[in-house]
C-alpha cells in the first residue's frame, strides 16, 4: 500500500472535492483521480466516494475507510516525530581505528575538543595494525583509521595527512647503541621486532639491502609491546617519533632519510552522520597543519 495514495484519500476524503484536494496535495487533478481509482481498484473494486451533483462524498465504505486510514497516518506521523526527536539527541559514535602512535598530539587534542564540544558524541577506539584496521574499515567495523600505507582496494579512499620521523629502538647494551644515526646497511641483517608488518614492509623498500624474512623475529600489534621485547633484549624495532617513551633500558636512534607517511582511511560512498563527518573533515584539515614546516 503506497503511503502517498493513502494521504491523497484522507485529504479528499476531508474536503470532498477533487480540485481543492489536488491543489492542497499540489498534484494535478487527473493525477489524483488516477491515484484514488487504482486504490479502489486495489482494494477489490471497492467505491470509496459517489458523486452529488458536481461534488463528491464518502461512501459507507469510504467513511469505514477514512477512519482506519487517518488513525494509521497519525500513528505513522507519531513514530516519525518520535524517530526526528530521538536522532538529534542520541549519542553519536564515532568508531576510530589507529596505527601505534597515530593516536598521540594532534589526534588526541581534537578528540578531546570535539567531546567537549559537541555532547552526544562518543568515541569507540581501536589499535591495531594497519591491514587489520582496513579490513574493519570495509566490513563498516570502523568508520575511520589512521593507517600508515594504502591499498589498491577500490572501495578504500585515502586521504595523505602527515610524515613522522623513525627511530630504531635498541636495548641499551646493543652493540649499536653508541650510534648517533643509522643508515639501512647499519641494521639490515639484525633480529627485528615488527610493531606492525607495514613498517618492516617500508622499511624493505628504503634500505638499499632488503632484509630475510629470517631477520623478523616476531610481529607485535603495538608499540608498547615492541618496545617491551626490545628492552628483553629480542631484537631491535622500528618506531615512529610519536611513540618514543623515555625508558632506562632502551635507545632510540634516529633512521638517515626514513620518513613514514599517515593517511585517513574511510570508506567510499559510504554515508556518514554529519557529526562523524565533520570530526573526519577537522581532524584531516588539523594534521595537514600540523605537518606544514612553521615559517
Known amino acids: 500500500m503506497n503511503y502517498n495514495v493513502l494521504r491523497y484519500f484522507s485529504v479528499l476524503a476531508a474536503v470532498e472535492h477533487y480540485t481543492l484536494a489536488a491543489a492542497r496535495l499540489g498534484i494535478s487533478q487527473p493525477s489524483l483521480s488516477s491515484a484514488i481509482h487504482n486504490l479502489e481498484t486495489e482494494l477489490g473494486g471497492v467505491k470509496l466516494f459517489e458523486k452529488v451533483g458536481r461534488n463528491i462524498r464518502l461512501t459507507v465504505e469510504g467513511r469505514f475507510y477514512r477512519e482506519k486510514v487517518d488513525a494509521a497516518l497519525k500513528e ?4 516519525s516525530l518520535t524517530l526526528r526527536e530521538s536522532k538529534l539527541s542520541a549519542p553519536v559514535v564515532i568508531r576510530l581505528g589507529y596505527v601505534s602512535g597515530a593516536l598521540s598530539g594532534v589526534t588526541a587534542e581534537e578528540i578531546a575538543s570535539y567531546s567537549r564540544q559537541n555532547s552526544r558524541v562518543r568515541f569507540r577506539i581501536t589499535e591495531s595494525s594497519a591491514e587489520n584496521l582496513m579490513d574493519m574499515v570495509r566490513q563498516e567495523k570502523l568508520d575511520m583509521a589512521l593507517v600508515d600505507l594504502t591499498d589498491r582496494d577500490r572501495s578504500l579512499h585515502f586521504r595523505k595527512l ?3 620521523d623513525f627511530f630504531v629502538a635498541v636495548p641499551v647494551n646493543h652493540h649499536l647503541a653508541d650510534r648517533s644515526i643509522l643508515e639501512p646497511h647499519d641494521i639490515v641483517h639484525e633480529p627485528q621486532i615488527v610493531f606492525n608488518y607495514d613498517v618492516g614492509r617500508s622499511f624493505q623498500e628504503w634500505a638499499s639491502g632488503s632484509p630475510s624474512d629470517e631477520c623478523v623475529i616476531c610481529t607485535v600489534d603495538t608499540a608498547q609491546a615492541a618496545l617491551d621485547l626490545v628492552a628483553a633484549g629480542v631484537g631491535l624495532a622500528f618506531i615512529p617519533a610519536s611513540c618514543v617513551q623515555q625508558r632506562q633500558d632502551i635507545r ?8 613514514q607517511p599517515l593517511y585517513m582511511c574511510i570508506l567510499y560512498d559510504k554515508w556518514l552522520d554529519p557529526p562523524i563527518w565533520d570530526f573526519v573533515e577537522l581532524l584531516v584539515k588539523n594534521l595537514r597543519a600540523s605537518n606544514r614546516p612553521k615559517p
Do not use: D, R
Not at 505513522?76 to 513514530?79: F, I, K, P, Q
Not at 632510540?252 to 620518513?259: A, V
Open 76 to 79: 505513522l506521523h507519531t513514530a
Open 162 to 164: 602527515k610524515e613522522q
Open 252 to 259: 632510540y636512534i634516529p633512521l638517515k632519510n626514513w620518513h
